[in-house]
């Protein structure tokens, strides 16, 4: 029923940056927190950043502080993640999702819907 469709992953050198996008159908989302995980080869997901139902509270994961800046579309049915100063280990498949609870729910790694994933490739 719910369906979220990420674009904007690719190849990009060390130092560089890309930029995510999330856009979800089948329904409404201005009553979800939506967010970002990866999972790079042989690791476990993990969630990387996230974003309130308003849009005014976000939240990341220690290693991308400073780096990347998850925001909400005005249509609230989108979110984008901005991911600057790149690096090797952040290479992973990125998912986007939604979540009906808290932030504090999908920053402790839950989310109700997930999208299939993009690749991003960061080289050395």
């Known amino acids: 029923q719910v369906q979220l469709a990420e674009s904007g992953g690719g190849l990009v050198q060390a130092g560089g940056s890309l930029r995510l996008s999330c856009a979800a159908s089948?329904?409404?989302?201005?009553?979800?927190?939506m967010g970002w995980f990866r999972q790079a080869p042989g690791k476990e997901r993990e969630f990387v950043a996230v974003?309130?139902?308003?849009?005014?509270?976000?939240y990341y994961v220690n290693s991308v502080k400073g780096r990347f800046t998850i925001s909400r579309g005005n249509a609230k049915n989108t979110v984008y993640l901005q991911m600057n100063s790149l690096k090797p280990e952040d290479t992973a498949v990125y998912y986007c999702?939604?979540?009906?609870?808290?932030?504090?729910?999908?920053?402790?790694?839950?989310?109700?819907?997930w999208g299939q994933g993009t690749q991003v490739t960061v080289s050395s």
């Open positions: 999702a939604v979540g009906s609870d808290s932030i504090a729910t999908m920053a402790g790694g839950r989310a109700d819907y």
């Open positions: 089948g329904r409404t989302f201005s009553s979800y927190v």
């Open positions: 974003i309130s139902r308003s849009g005014s509270t976000t």
